[in-house]
C-alpha cells in the first residue's frame, strides 16, 4: 500500500522506525519529514503536505505523529478530503477505518511506545470501512459540509 507519513520533532524516533518497519513489510512509503531533528520545528509545515498527497494520491492512507497527535489531527483535518483519526489503541485504530473510513491515522509519540504505535499502524492498515449505510450516511453529510464552504470547489 502507498503510505504518506510525516512528524515533527516530538515522535522522530519513532516515525523513523515506522518508516523502517513499514517498508520492510512491503508498503510503498512517502516520508514527508521531518527529514532532521529541529526542537523548534513546527509540525503544519510536514503534516499538510503529508495530508495533501493522501487526497493526491485517491487509495493511499496517511500516518502523522506529533508529541500528542492532536494538533496533527487538527492540521491534517484542515486539507478538505481528509478525515484524519488520532488513536491511542488499536481498537480505536480498528474502528477509525471500520465507522470513519478515516484516511489518516494521528499518533502521539510521546503517548505510546513504538510497539504500539506500529501495532496501530498495523491494525489501520489492514482494516478496511465497513461500508455500513448509516456510516456512510454520516461521512456524506461531512463532505456536503466540506464542498459547501466558501473557497471550496463542487
Ligand atoms: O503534539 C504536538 C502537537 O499536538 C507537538 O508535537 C507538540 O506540541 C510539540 O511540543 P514541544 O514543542 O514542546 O516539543
Redesign the pocket.
Known amino acids: 500500500m502507498r503510505v504518506h507519513i510525516a512528524t515533527?520533532?516530538?515522535a522522530f524516533e519513532e516515525k523513523k522506525a515506522l518508516v523502517e518497519r513499514l517498508q520492510q513489510a512491503g508498503h510503498d512509503v512517502v516520508d514527508h519529514g521531518a527529514h532532521e531533528y529541529d526542537?523548534e520545528d513546527d509540525?503544519p509545515d510536514f503534516i499538510i503536505p503529508c495530508a495533501e498527497a493522501v487526497v493526491g494520491e485517491p487509495g493511499s492512507l496517511g500516518i502523522v505523529l506529533?508529541?500528542?497527535?492532536?494538533?496533527?489531527q487538527i492540521a491534517a483535518n484542515k486539507v478538505t478530503g481528509v478525515r484524519a483519526a488520532l488513536a491511542y489503541n488499536t481498537e480505536l485504530a480498528k474502528l477509525s477505518r471500520e465507522h470513519n473510513n478515516a484516511n489518516v491515522l494521528s499518533l502521539?509519540g510521546r503517548m505510546n511506545s513504538i510497539d504500539e504505535c506500529w501495532a496501530m499502524v498495523e491494525v489501520f492498515l489492514a482494516t478496511e470501512f465497513a461500508g455500513v449505510a448509516r456510516h456512510q450516511r454520516r461521512i456524506d453529510k461531512m463532505a456536503a459540509y466540506e464542498a459547501s464552504r466558501p473557497g471550496q470547489a463542487s
Open positions: 515533527d520533532h516530538a526542537a509540525y506529533g508529541g500528542s497527535g492532536n494538533g496533527e502521539g
